[in-house]
T-cell receptor, first 114, second 112 residues
Framework: AQSVTQLGSHVSVSEGALVLLRCNYS??????LFWYVQYPNQGLQLLLK??????LVKGINGFEAEFKKSETSFHLTKPSAHMSDAAEYFC????????????FGAGTRLFVKA | NAGVTQTPKFRILKIGQSMTLQCTQD?????MYWYRQDPGMGLKLIYY???????DKGEVPNGYNVSRSTTEDFPLRLELAAPSQTSVYFC???????????FGPGTRLTVL
């Protein structure tokens, strides 16, 4: 079984500051991990994915995430926040063997202050 | 290439009414999904389909029905609307169970 915990339902940063959104997962099999972004009144878009290749994954819009098995974490970072990054971010997990159901975290809303 | 489209964008229903949420994808994806999104709860899977003619229940199927007569379309039916079904509904599709999902823009449903 898989589960996802996103720490912090809201995160606020200043423009130009580091963005760090936390995600911890639980999986009984090696996981596939995803970050999705949702802009207001839109559906989710894939930001990046980890599928057991490189542990540091680069995504769109300057975001990246590092898979740390020992910490069961997949935190999302961006060195310098931009106003356009304000959105809700969802971490998701699915097992890489059999089945396909993707479990989504509760989401973290990112606010970017000018 | 429109991706995943959903209609309507918004709808208000009275308790006990029924309606169908439409979902269409033009990417020839085999897998399609229906989720509901409630504030602070992430996405919950309602139903999914792995191909035309094949559907199965997700985490929260009660009060909903689906059909998949074609690869492109995956409508979600609410038979007797209840206030607990007030939510934002997202349809998604993927090539297979291992690929990331592509989401539609959502349908915001209010049941009064």
């Amino acid at each position: 079984a898989q589960s996802v915990t996103q720490l912090g339902s809201h995160v606020s940063v200043s423009e130009g500051a580091l963005v760090l959104l936390r995600c911890n997962y639980s999986s009984s099999v090696p996981p596939y991990l995803f970050w999705y972004v949702q802009y207001p009144n839109q559906g989710l878009q894939l930001l990046l994915k980890y599928t057991s290749a490189a542990t540091l994954v680069k995504g769109i819009n300057g975001f990246e995430a590092e898979f740390k098995k020992s910490e069961t974490s997949f935190h999302l970072t961006k060195p310098s926040a931009h106003m356009s990054d304000a959105a809700e971010y969802f971490c998701a997990v699915r097992g890489n063997t059999g089945g396909f159901k993707t479990i989504f975290g509760a989401g973290t809303r990112l606010f970017v202050k000018a | 290439n429109a991706g995943v489209t959903q209609t309507p964008k918004f709808r208000i229903l009275k308790i006990g009414q029924s309606m169908t949420l439409q979902c269409t994808q033009d990417m020839n994806h085999n897998y399609m999904y229906w989720y509901r999104q409630d504030p602070g709860m992430g996405l919950k899977l309602i139903y999914y389909s792995v191909g035309a003619g094949i559907t199965d229940k997700g985490e929260v199927p009660n009060g909903y029905n689906v059909s998949r007569s074609t690869t492109e379309d995956f409508p979600l039916r609410l038979e007797l609307a209840a206030p607990s079904q007030t939510s934002v509904y997202f349809c998604a599709s993927s090539t297979d169970g291992q690929r990331p999902q592509f989401f539609g823009p959502g349908t915001r449903l209010t049941v009064l």
